[in-house]
């Protein structure tokens, strides 16, 4: 089943999602995820960042098809994710795996992590319960736990710990993409450092591509290649991590950056105009989504929603403006000093 | 500086307890620091420091059955609050020092419209006509900067975003012009954006109304952008006390110096992200020496024996609680 | 808010335990039950007479040393009665809230991990079960299946389906939305291992002690359809059939219908102490600190 068509890439065309209220006062629709494209090149990671409700954990699980989008098209390795049905998508499930933001609810807290590890090697595998038990104790050693911990519940865990589990789990599958969920955002710094280090280890060892969904700027850029900036549903800038970061072309990237704050009493800085807040994506403003927060918004950004366009060789940004919002880096200022 | 001001809050050896399983573990140890009159202090620490449990404590707020606290004294106005009657308390509660939490929703009654809740605090700290009340709230919601204020007066907590219901805490703890303000990580629930403007509306209120504010949060970047001063937590005690621009800038004690390592940032590459080994001690089993030595890598034999004291680093203000640091700070 | 003490965890069922270990009331609940349990169970063992035999010449004979609850109209011993009864209600309550829990957890947990027309359709018709009293509803599939034990307890059963299904449905849909569910789904295990091996176990705690609880309803609603004559057949001693025999004499008889009362009464009450406590137990919001 895993004869390869393609090279190892993912790639999402035109995906959307609606999501349908029903409320006391008739149906609502939500556009959670509006006509979102990205490519993650095998063995690389991509970034997917936002503020809540942006819509990139609902990007996340429809890539996954743990939500059904409803149109765009989803290519795993020259695989069409959204067509595959029955043995077809299980053999899917087992190249592509997710870890999740709370380590608290993500393991089932009725059974011992052998068994939680065990069972996709006995839904999927045909091979002997020795063989099963090998590779249940390898996913445990590759992140960092003892075997004997196997036999033990998850609450007997910390944090950090389950966080691994979470890992070795979306691991005992060989899997060749993951989506990381904000996997690193519930944890403390110390912790959050390690979970990073044993990411990239596997990265490096295994070649894994990632797509990687996080409201924290500065664990995007230590981890990821590349960066997709999302609001209220849309990619509004697309390139180089470092660059991007360094140098925005969209004046929402700007802000997202300007507000991230920075661990150095020197970078204070006068906040830039931050003017209200992110729209409800049930009554998305008309035009560019951003407009009624930009400081650079003319008539036409109201009336008319920019398009994601190539500016350079490899960037990307949804924007009318027409001189780059290229500011260099400075933080802000909160206090007056 | 000739005539040394009074703090505005001065904790002396605060000491509390939880109960696990029948036995009193200590939460916070010993802990001696004293907010200044118009000063940030941001209290930092990972999850399990204790520095919630410290503000908790400052107000008496801990649940009654599994916590007590079991020596020291809070200093305010005078007054230890320590000692102080359940009556006593309240009448401080919210009134000469007041508190905003991480999660707004639950510290706001769904059933109430939102101008009700903020009169209600106003009458019953300072009284008067539920008119006067009313138009103070209308007043109050327009100072956290509300849009449309007189409409949101009657709409209830629900309505409210994440970052607006913040505000409406912030508009309820200014309601009474308490003295001091703890804000237990008031932003960590909030995006970035919103984080941004909500600290900087501190910064602007903390001055209008000359509070203290005591500012206790997990982030090291928030911490850089509001602080005038900075305690750093670890199992329950200060390790490092000191000015934002010194502490920054040259960090003494080896578990906040490896906190700055492990942070990615987002202005910088940060190649050798250095993660800590080990994880936070539980409030069971604290090592008997120093907390952080076995996670240190500059421990030495009598770490693992002797309990360090905070002392001064040789700067002044700067205080540390670790012997062997190496001199001129750890980089 | 939460305090910094989750380093030191508890597990589960010891929480629990300790929860509701130190309700005096459980503890009351616990041996009223077990006393009735023992004594079913041992009945052939302390039964001082036949339940069946008839003496008529002792009929209607008031307590007394021989016949300590007294006799009945056909001069069988009521204490001798009321200790076999004692296994026909305790059997029809068991067997009954076994066949509803198990038929009633599947429904629940169905209807709320697939949601949508099904789940609606599936609450439709248990509500409308739901708004029927237990008793007419038990009246009805009595009347129409006959007077037998087995139709008893198929009635009971059924009556008890709809609230089985509610309990169990309600933390489904809370547990299909929590992370390591939709894991499960990334990891591609089918709806059947999702529902029994993910979602099941963590309800079905909930579900066993809220059943203690209904299995005192169906006692009573077993004692008030053979009060009516829907119940098991004659001779075979039941309570409720004891206290409708003894109804007909209450002026002259009154120990024929008082001691089956206070039985199911005792029963009732043990089961409902017991309940009581497990759910006090494992309600998050009375567990408190």
């Known amino acids: 089943m895993t004869t390869s068509l393609g090279n190892g890439d993912f790639i999402v065309r035109n995906l959307s999602k609606t999501f349908v209220r029903h409320g006391g006062s008739g149906a609502r629709c939500v556009r959670a995820v509006d006509d979102v494209s990205f490519r993650v090149p095998k063995g690389t990671s991509l970034g997917l960042v936002g503020e809540s409700g942006c819509g990139k954990s609902t990007v996340a699980r429809a890539i996954l098809r743990l939500i059904e989008p409803d149109s765009g098209s989803i290519v795993f390795d020259g695989i069409d994710v959204r067509a595959a049905k029955g ?13 999740f933001q709370d380590p608290y609810s993500s393991l089932n807290p009725r059974r011992t992590i052998r068994q939680t590890l065990e069972e996709p090697l006995r839904v999927h595998l045909r091979i002997s319960s020795k063989e099963i038990r090998e590779k249940a104790e390898a996913a445990m050693v590759e992140v960092g736990l003892p075997r004997e911990a196997l036999e033990r519940y998850p609450h007997e865990f910390s944090g ?9 789990r979306a691991l005992v599958l060989d899997p060749e993409l993951v989506v990381a969920d904000e996997a690193v955002s519930a944890l403390d710094v110390s912790v959050q450092a390690q979970i990073l280090r044993l990411l990239e280890g596997l990265r490096e060892r295994r070649g894994l591509s990632f797509l990687f969904v996080s409201h924290d700027l500065g664990v995007v850029r230590h981890f990821c290649d590349r960066v997709c900036v999302m609001y209220l549903g849309r990619i509004v800038e697309e390139g180089p991590t470092v660059d991007v970061f ?16 920075v661990p150095d009493p020197r970078a204070r800085r006068p906040l830039v105009q931050i003017v209200g807040e992110v729209p409800s994506a049930a009554n998305p403003p008309p035009g560019c989504g951003f407009h009624p927060r930009c400081a650079r918004a003319d008539g036409l950004c109201s009336v008319e929603r920019p398009q994601l366009e190539t500016v350079s060789d490899d960037r990307a940004r949804a924007c009318y403006d027409p001189e780059a919002t290229d500011v260099a880096w400075g933080g802000l200022r909160i206090g007056a000093r | 500086m000739t005539s040394f001001p009074r703090p505005a809050l001065d904790l002396r050896n605060l000491r ?53 606290i079991q020596g020291g004294e809070v200093l305010f106005e ?39 809740q903020i009169a209600e605090a106003i009458l019953i700290h300072r009284g008067g006509s539920r008119m006067q009340a009313k138009a103070e709230a209308l007043r109050l919601l327009e100072e956290v900067k509300i849009p449309s204020p007189k409409s949101r007066l009657d709409e209830y907590p629900h309505q409210f975003s994440g970052g607006m219901r913040q505000r409406v805490m912030i508009a309820m703890a200014l309601a009474c012009h308490p003295r001091v303000l703890l804000a237990d990580e008031p932003t960590t629930a909030l995006d970035v954006t919103i984080q941004a403007q909500v600290l900087s509306q501190l910064e602007e209120l903390k001055q209008a109304y000359g509070m203290s504010m005591l500012f206790i949060t997990h982030n090291l970047g928030v911490v850089a952008q509001i602080a005038d001063r900075v305690a750093v937590m670890y199992a329950g005690e200060i390790v490092e006390l000191a000015t934002v621009d010194a502490l920054f800038a040259k960090p003494m004690h080896p578990y906040t110096a490896a906190l700055l390592r492990a942070m990615p940032r987002a202005d910088r590459g940060t190649e050798n992200l250095e993660p800590i080994p ?11 020496g120093c907390s952080y030595a076995p996670r240190c890598p500059f421990k ?13 680093s040789g700067d002044p203000g700067h205080l540390v609680r670790c012997p062997v640091r190496p001199v001129g700070g750890v980089h | 808010m939460t305090i910094e003490v989750a380093s030191v965890a508890v597990s589960q069922p010891s929480r629990l335990w300790l929860a509701f270990s130190k309700n005096p009331l459980f503890w009351l609940g616990a041996l009223l039950l077990a006393i009735i349990v023992a004594v079913a169970v041992l009945a052939p063992l302390i039964a001082p007479h036949d339940p069946l035999e008839q003496n008529i010449v002792a009929r209607l004979e008031p307590p007394s040393a021989e016949f300590l609850f007294g006799t009945d109209n056909y001069g069988r011993d009521v204490l001798s009665r009321l200790i076999y009864g004692a296994r026909i209600s305790l059997m029809v309550g068991f067997v009954a809230i076994l066949i509803a829990m198990t038929i009633g957890c599947t429904i629940g947990i169905v209807a709320g991990y697939v949601g949508g027309v099904l789940d609606q359709l599936v609450m439709g018709v248990l509500d409308v079960m739901l708004s029927f009293p237990a008793l007419l509803l038990g009246l009805m599939i009595a009347a129409m299946l006959g007077a037998s034990l087995q139709n008893l307890i198929i009635a009971i059963a059924i009556t008890e389906i709809a609230p089985f299904a509610r309990v169990a449905r309600a933390p489904t849909i809370a547990l299909k939305q929590q992370d390591f569910v939709i894991a499960g789904r990334a990891l591609g295990f089918g709806p059947v291992r999702i529902m029994g091996v993910h979602i099941l176990p963590n309800l079905i705690s909930d579900v066993v002690v809220m059943s203690s609880l209904w299995m005192a309803s169906a006692i009573r609603t077993e004692a008030s359809l053979s009060f009516i004559g829907l119940g098991v057949p004659p001779p075979t001693p039941t309570w409720g059939s004891m206290i409708r025999e003894g109804f007909d004499n209450i002026l002259d008889a009154w120990w024929l219908a008082v001691f089956p009362s206070l039985a199911i009464l005792l029963t009732v009450l043990a089961l409902n102490l017991l309940g009581d406590a497990l759910r006090d137990a494992i309600d998050p919001k009375l567990r408190g600190e």
């Open chain 1, 87 to 99: 043995a077809a998508l299980r053999a899917l499930r087992r190249r592509m795996q997710i870890v």
């Open chain 1, 160 to 168: 950090g710990q389950r966080q691994r589990i979470g890992i070795a």
């Open chain 1, 246 to 261: 360094d140098r925005p072309l969209h004046p929402y990237t700007r802000l997202l950056r300007d507000s991230y704050p």
């Open chain 2, 16 to 68: 509390t307890e939880f109960r696990i399983r029948d036995r009193w573990y200590p939460a916070v140890r010993n802990v001696s620091v004293s907010l200044m009159p118009n000063e940030t202090l941001a209290v930092v620490g990972e999850s399990g420091s204790g520095k919630s449990v410290t503000a908790l404590s400052i107000l008496r707020l801990l649940p009654h059955a599994g916590a007590r």
């Open chain 2, 78 to 116: 005078g007054q230890d609050l320590v000692t102080l009657s359940e009556r006593e308390m309240s009448s401080i509660r919210g009134n000469s020092i007041a508190m905003i939490f991480q999660e707004p929703m639950t510290s706001l009654n769904p059933t109430m419209t939102v101008g009700d």
């Open chain 2, 278 to 288: 080990g994880s936070v001690p539980a409030l069971s089993a604290v090592p008997a």
């Open chain 2, 300 to 312: 030495e034999r009598t770490c693992l024996d002797l309990h360090p004291e905070l002392v001064s």
